[in-house]
């Protein structure tokens, strides 16, 4: 069965402090894994596709980074607005077009 | 560009009955897919329409249903409502059949059911 696990599931850093978000997976075939960020009572922001093993995509303070089992997002340096539940997802080879299996979340509270 | 929509954004119901929820996608998008998200836990997938037909479906029971329109709009309609479909309604929408286009989210209608 496709599944995604997020660890931890909740993570309180100072502002400045950086961290690492994990999201393990187990999927029949990788066709893309997301991530998310949500805000409370929002819908999630997309910020990144990871396809294949080794790659990596940045943006501002986060680096995303894929494996053949697990994915990190790292947060360099924090700040008090990168507070939010951020969300992994994988898509599936042979699965329902369009369906995105998610983890549970990751809340990250970052403190001033 | 306009973002994706959807409409209402709070509704309560009794149990039993029927709601529906709309969905404006993202321009230039012309494939929608819809999940539910309990407190605390990530969305699921219900369904995804592409060009006005069902193209894919998560493990929902079929009073779950739903439009696609052909300006690429969406309605979920759900019937027999029980406490338990008590959630966030997302929708999704994205340019092909989401194969490995990025999925764009609206805010959400909030469904509690009483």
């Known amino acids: 069965e496709d599944q995604v696990t997020q660890s931890p599931e909740a993570l309180r850093l100072q502002e400045g402090e950086s961290s690492s978000l994990n999201c393990s997976y187990t999927?029949?075939?990788?066709?893309?894994l997301f991530w998310y960020r949500q805000d409370p009572g929002k819908g999630p922001e997309f910020l990144f596709t990871?396809?294949?093993a080794g790659e990596e995509k940045e943006k501002e303070r986060l680096k995303a980074t894929l494996t053949k089992k697990e994915s990190f997002l790292h947060i360099t340096a924090p700040k008090p607005e990168d507070s939010a539940t951020y969300l992994c997802?994988?898509?599936?080879?042979?699965?329902?077009?369009?369906?995105?299996?998610f983890g549970k979340g990751t809340k990250l509270s970052v403190k001033p | 560009e306009t973002g994706v929509t959807q409409s209402p954004t709070h509704l309560i119901k009794t149990r039993g009955q029927q709601v529906t929820l709309r969905c404006s996608s993202q321009?230039?998008?012309?494939?929608v897919s819809w999940y539910q998200q309990a407190l605390g836990q990530g969305p699921q997938f219900i369904f995804q329409?592409?060009?006005?037909?069902?193209?894919g479906r998560g493990n929902f029971p079929p009073r779950f249903s739903g439009l696609q329109f052909p300006n690429y709009s969406s309605e979920l309609n759900v019937n027999a409502l029980e406490l338990d479909d008590s959630a966030l309604y997302l929708c999704?929408?994205?340019?092909?059949?989401?194969?490995?286009?990025?999925?764009?989210f609206g805010p959400g209608t909030r469904l509690t059911v009483l």
């Open positions: 999704a929408s994205s340019r092909g059949l989401a194969g490995r286009d990025e999925q764009f």
């Open positions: 999927v029949s075939g990788l066709r893309g």
């Open positions: 990871l396809y294949s």
């Open positions: 997802a994988v898509q599936a080879h042979g699965g329902s077009q369009g369906n995105l299996i």
């Open positions: 321009s230039g998008h012309n494939t």
């Open positions: 329409y592409y060009r006005e037909e069902e193209n």
